[in-house]
Every structure is written in C-alpha cells, then in structure tokens.
C-alpha cells in the first residue's frame, strides 16, 4: 500500500518511527515533509497528504503534530478524506471499522512512540465494515 505521510516540527520523530514502521511491512512511502525539528506550521504539510489521499494518488495517510488536532481538522477538510484522530488503539479500531478512515493523526507531544506504533498496526489491520 502507499502512504502519504506528513507533519510538523513537533511531530518529526514519530514520523521518521512511522515511516520506518511502514517501510518494514512492505509499504511505500510518500514524505511530504517536514524534515527537520525546525519550526514549522501544520496546515502546508496536513494539505499535502490530504490532497494525495483525496486525489487518489496514495491509499491512506499518517499526519502527526504535537497534538494531532490541527492535523486532523486541517485534513477532514478536503473531500474524500476521512482523518481519524486516534489517541488509542480503540480510536483507530472503530476508525477503520466505523467510518473508513484513510487518513491517521497522531499526537508526539501525547502519545509514546511505542503506543502510536501500535496505533498504527491497529490501523493498517482493521477493514472498514
């Protein structure tokens, strides 16, 4: 599956984690940045996997900011995107299930990485019922 994966400053390492998560399950991955710790708003990067997801030019999306909340409002805005913020693997879970999220939004400053890795399984496992 290709993924479109993007965030902020403040959510940098867990996207580097995501990336190497998602690469070692066999998946692409499409960096939209940011690249660096280096301060950096949300919204151009949040665009960014959004249109990608909406455009159909990757399968699903991971965002993650220090939060996760300006990731996932600035996401569900574009047609076709449906951004779950998921803080437990139970978010993902009923996500995926529930309402066919494609987009995931995580929290660094929030969530520890082992816990947002698992999040991240839950959301690659589960089918949309």
Known sequence: MLFAVGSDHAGF???EAIKERLTSLGHEVEDMGV???ESADYPKQAAAVAKAVAQGRVQRGVLVCGS???MCMTAN???GVRAVLAPTVEHARLG???N???VLC???RLTPQDQ???ILDVFLRTGFE
Do not use: E, I
Request: glycine share 12%.
């Open 13 to 15: 390492a867990l996207k």
């Open 35 to 37: 690249f660096s710790t």
């Open 68 to 70: 996760g909340v300006g």
């Open 77 to 79: 805005r574009f047609a």
């Open 96 to 98: 995926r299930q529930h």
């Open 100 to 102: 066919d999220a494609n």
């Open 106 to 108: 995580l929290g660094q």
């Open 116 to 118: 947002a890795l698992a």
